[in-house]
């Protein structure tokens, strides 16, 4: 049975041995022990190096069996040939969980195998607990923890990765995604399945995402899954899909890997959300963060242009969502800012509203968004508007302002904005200020992100 217990040492750890440590420090040096110091981490910090007395101003150690305290975690980062000797040392001292961070082990050759095999055997006949080879090991914002060799940004957000790669501890371009993180690298031993269930009850965290590239034991990842996906949104990118992608995630990691289709079943059944890319990620983190669950498939489909309307029907059904029915209410509402000649829908174009009635834009959003969100067969809205060279006339007040307070009167429905035009991200900045409004770069995103939205409300349901 895994228990929880095991993976807080990995993640809240009040003191460390770093075996290994390198007497070079500055930039360049991929010194874990001085990004450990320069994280801020307040607990023990013991470098061990039999070759220097001291790192960084303090005491270092020959080994770790010299150091005169207990160790909660002991941080490996040496040759693979001493790594076996190591944490046999380590089990002798009592320490119960050890990132092995090197290189060529399972990832690499027959000699590497059977090392890997080795301290897994030494390990578990110690009572010890082994996250790696090949990792990053774990980061922790919340208590200023890393074992990551490479510089790297934390933030409190939360946001917890499972993956194995040191990928996500560097950060994405537009997105710091490291609020907690582990890096299972090769997993001999612990795995995706322990790691979901760390996160599952863990207050800092509202999102979880994995990126795998092979799971060896399906049967206890889908009964964890299965449970963790009931909580909070689970989002899993998969990568070596293809005979090519295969091989080289057994490269890289040393994965078991399957058929691509297998793993599409396996997280259908246990409401994981499979993702396409990094680009998704940062989609749907932004959406689980700041936005409500969609809680029906109905959209209500706001634009100025009729083209935008068109593009959004087709990608609504593309993404098993659907046009709302709105109320004759809803309608009355709507069409009374419309010219006579004109009976709008939905979706709705609202440019006549202002450009042939004359009424200020952002009377004509705030109504048509009013009466839709107030709408019971809408469960979520996709406006469709422009960054003009020049607001579009006639306009009063500011719409980037006004659209987000609309949206925020109606907390318990999404409202994303595909924005498009030479304005739009200057525009888009604005928006997104309070978090009330999210905008995306397409009309596909904006869509495929809400029906996430509605997939993992419909699975915590059980439909």
């Known amino acids: 049975m895994y228990s929880n217990n095991g993976m807080k040492l990995f993640m809240e750890p009040g003191s460390v041995a770093v075996i290994g440590v390198s007497r070079r420090t500055g930039p360049g040096s991929f010194n874990i022990f001085e990004n450990l110091v320069n994280s801020g981490f307040l607990g023990k910090l013991y470098p061990v190096n039999p070759y220097v007395d001291e790192i960084m101003g303090r005491k270092a150690y020959p080994s770790v069996k010299d150091v005169p305290e207990e160790i909660d975690l002991a941080v490996v980062s040496t040759p693979r040939s001493v790594v076996p000797g190591i944490v046999h040392e380590c089990t002798e001292k009592g ?43 774990t980061a922790n914002a919340f208590n200023h923890f890393t074992s990551a060799f490479a510089p790297m940004i934390m933030k409190r957000v939360p946001i917890g990765i499972i993956c194995q790669t040191g990928f996500y501890f560097v950060g994405l371009p537009n997105f710091t995604v490291v609020g907690k993180a582990i890096d299972l690298g090769n997993a001999c031993d612990i795995e995706f399945a322990e790691a979901l269930e760390y996160f599952e009850y863990d207050p800092d965290i509202r999102l979880i995402f994995m990126h795998i590239e092979g799971i060896s034991n399906g049967r206890r990842f889908m009964e964890v899954a299965r449970r963790v996906a009931k909580q909070k949104p689970v989002l899993a990118l998969k990568t070596g899909k293809g005979e090519e992608g295969a091989r080289a995630a057994q490269s890289h990691t040393g994965s078991l890997v399957g058929r691509d289709e297998v793993y599409d079943a396996a997280f259908r059944q246990c409401g994981v959300i499979r993702i396409g890319d990094t680009d998704e990620f940062e989609d749907l983190a932004k959406a689980f963060l700041n936005l409500p669950p969609m809680k029906g498939k109905g959209v209500a489909v706001i634009t100025i242009t009729g083209a935008g309307g068109i593009m959004a029907i087709d990608l609504l059904e593309k993404y098993n969502l659907r046009l709302a029915k709105l109320s004759a209410e809803t309608l009355d509402r709507i069409n009374a800012l419309a010219p006579a000649w004109l009976r709008v829908g939905n979706p709705t174009d ?106 993992c409300w419909e699975y915590r349901l059980g439909t």
């Open 95 to 137: 320490i119960r969980a050890i990132i092995v961070v090197g290189q060529g082990f399972a990832d690499g050759d027959e000699e590497g195998r059977k090392l890997q095999a080795e301290i897994l055997r030494i390990a578990g006949q110690g009572g010890a607990r082994i996250l790696g080879p090949d990792t990053f090991g």
């Open 350 to 455: 609202i440019w006549p509203a202002f450009m042939i009635a004359g009424y200020p834009v952002e009377q004509v959003f705030t109504t048509t968004m009013e009466a839709c969100l107030n709408d019971e067969d809408v469960s979520g809205i996709i406006l469709i508007f422009a960054g003009f060279p020049e607001p579009p006339a006639p306009a009063t007040v500011d719409t980037a302002e006004v659209l987000p307070q609309v949206a925020g009167k109606f907390r318990g429905k999404p409202v994303l904005i595909w924005l498009y035009g030479p304005k739009a991200d200057a525009l888009a900045s604005k928006m997104e200020r309070t978090g009330e409004i999210l905008v995306y770069p397409t009309l596909e995103r904006a869509v495929r992100t809400l029906s996430r939205l509605n997939q």
